[in-house]
């Protein structure tokens, strides 16, 4: 298993940028794929971004390519996401999610096997 703790989020005016963190502890870190989802008041959780296991690949929704990226220090057992540019539409509690290694991205929440509690980002305008 695999214990997972977002921090960095708050309150921003929009256009400007958070980087938020996920540490993890339990099993070797470089097991998993991670990813980072996010829930708006009232609306499901929506994919945001994934990064595969060596950190070699990712991928972004459509929504944030461009303003987001996401990376991870295997050596601290970290993955990060940094959000510039930020919209007031990007509030959401932020979570961070991670699944066994595998040959192909997954955008889908289900196939993600551990989450973390989130941490809430508020972009004000």
């Known amino acids: 298993q695999v214990q997972l703790v977002e921090s960095g989020g708050g309150l921003v005016q929009a256009g400007g940028s958070l980087r938020l963190s996920c540490a993890a502890s339990g099993r070797t870190f470089t097991s998993y794929d991670m990813g980072w989802f996010r829930q708006a008041p009232g609306k499901e959780r929506d994919f945001v971004a994934a990064i595969s296991w060596s950190g070699g690949t990712n991928d972004y929704a459509d929504s944030v390519k461009g303003r987001f990226s996401i990376s991870r220090d295997n050596a601290e057992n970290t993955v990060y996401l940094q959000m510039s540019s930020l919209k007031p539409e990007d509030t959401a509690v932020y979570y961070c999610?991670?699944?066994?290694?595998?040959?192909?991205?997954?955008?889908?929440?289900?196939?993600?096997?551990?989450w973390g509690r989130g941490t809430q980002v508020t972009v004000s305008s």
């Open positions: 999610a991670a699944r066994g290694r595998s040959l192909r991205y997954s955008r889908t929440e289900s196939e993600y096997d551990y």
